[in-house]
């Protein structure tokens, strides 16, 4: 796999150098120059296939030359021990589980692959390296296990202060180990900019081998695009021959963009939902052509709370940086925390079925495609985290709590870690050297 950057396209990578740089010397960000297309066969067989089977069989294929097959077999086989299932609310609507790994958030599907393409390359090269990621919820805690206890890998982790849950924030806080959480006083854009402010300086990244785990990194985006294939496959084995379109609670954009790469890879989806809460840069996009970052605003669905989308560059590039085109493949809304809490309850009365506050976004988005849908399309709403995760969002929906899954329960009695730190960056990059020593 070759990769340029979004910024400039003479400026190109293998994988092994994309994953390890994370970001480009030039800006942008890292995409492949072309995406394999799947053979008839694939597609016809994917429903026999388990989800190990087919991410190993897209996974060889995305990065034939790269990995060792033995190596990527393995890799696969352990980041994805847990089952993803698909559930049926209603005649058209069904949901795709992503939030049974060790954190509950879909995001360890991607920080759990990256951790084992990483500890490959690293075991090759013998180095020393220190894992950044800035989070607004989940990626921290599912880079951090997917991380933890790794050799020679130190991670630290940027998180704004008294904007995360209060399970998040254990989560991310009680690892120990060779897992830092640093508390930034400020919000998550402060700590995306810190982070890629430090990859910008080339100096400290190559003295700390920095390498970054957000969702721009390219191994985490790359099995994003894995459970769409699997979803798809076991939809048309349930006897369904209708348009398939899936809805995708969205913040940067990463799991969006794992649907659009499983459509540049053969999928025959033509739709895909972006559902945001109040931060509404994306239909604001297609709205109008106008892309205008803003500062994030604080949500009941807090791990969208995204005011500058890292992906949207990936995304355009999919769509050849035209508007139109955007507009005919994606379809977005935003809600706002009063609509979530109502369709958090509305769906528990009406499907008995509990949705956590980003999956209830996702569910309002496909209400309101269905008004316009010519096809009667059928949907699968991707439910990116566990609604355990958010006890105090569904007592606001006045419903009762569901039961607690046991590695929350223990890192919830765990004592907390941090290190509070200023958002100005001159106290980030002290911190860096500080460990490097
Ligand atoms: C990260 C996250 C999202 C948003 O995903 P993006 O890839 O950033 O768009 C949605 N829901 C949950 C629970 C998340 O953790």
Redesign the pocket.
């Known amino acids: 796999m070759i990769l340029y950057s979004t910024k400039n396209r003479n400026e190109k990578a293998t994988f092994t150098e994309a994953v390890i740089q994370g970001l480009p010397k030039s800006g942008g960000l890292f995409m492949p120059e072309s995406f394999p297309i799947m053979s008839d066969n694939f597609f016809k067989n994917a429903h026999t296939k388990s989800f190990t089977e087919l991410s190993y069989i897209l996974a060889s294929k995305l990065l034939e030359g790269e990995i060792e097959p033995n190596a990527l077999a393995q890799i696969v086989k352990k980041a994805f021990d847990f089952e993803i299932p698909l559930k049926q609310i209603d005649s058209n609507t069904h949901v795709l589980e992503l939030f049974h790994g060790p954190t509950l958030?879909?995001?360890d599907i991607g920080a759990r692959f990256m951790s084992g393409i990483l500890s490959y390359i690293g075991n090759k090269k013998e180095q020393k390296r220190v894992v950044l990621a800035a989070t607004?919820?989940?990626?921290g805690s599912a880079v951090a296990n997917g991380f933890l206890n790794a050799p020679g890998v130190i991670v630290v982790l940027l998180y704004p202060s008294g904007k995360v849950s209060k399970i998040q924030e254990q989560q991310l806080t009680t690892l120990g180990s060779n897992i830092i959480a640093l508390e930034v006083q400020g919000t998550f854009d402060h700590c995306q900019k810190i982070v890629k402010e430090a990859f910008a300086n080339n100096n400290l990244s190559q003295k700390l081998n920095l390498t970054s785990a957000n969702?721009i990194n390219i191994a985490r985006l790359l099995p994003q695009s894995f459970y769409y294939h699997y979803a798809y496959s076991r939809l048309i084995k349930n006897g369904s021959n209708k348009d398939v379109v899936f809805s995708v609670?969205?913040?940067?954009?990463?799991?969006?963009t794992g649907g659009l790469i499983a459509k540049k890879m053969g999928l025959p989806v033509n739709k895909f939902i972006a559902a945001v809460n109040l931060n509404r840069v994306v239909p604001h996009y297609l709205e109008t052509g106008q892309f205008i970052p803003t500062p994030s605003i604080q949500t009941v669905?807090n791990?969208?709370d995204?005011g500058n989308?890292s992906n949207f560059e990936r995304v355009m590039e999919i769509v050849d940086n035209n508007h139109s085109k955007a507009a005919e493949v994606l379809f977005s809304r935003s809600y706002s925390n009063e609509e979530t809490i109502e369709t958090i309850k509305k769906v528990k009365q009406n499907n008995n079925y509990l949705l956590?506050p980003?999956g209830a976004v996702g569910y309002l988005a496909i209400q309101d495609y269905m008004k316009i849908d010519q096809k009667k399309s059928s949907f699968i709403l991707l439910e990116?985290?566990h609604p355990a995760k958010f006890g105090n969002i569904i007592d606001q929906a006045s419903l009762e709590l569901p039961e607690m899954p046991e590695r929350l329960k223990r890192c919830l009695n765990k004592e907390k870690k941090s290190i509070l730190i200023s958002p100005d960056k001159s106290d980030f990059k002290d911190f860096l050297y500080s460990i490097s020593e």
Do not use: C, E, Q, Y
């Open positions: 958030a879909f995001k607004s919820g989940d990626t969702s609670p969205s913040g940067n954009l990463g799991n969006l669905s791990a969208m995204v989308p956590d980003h990116t985290a």
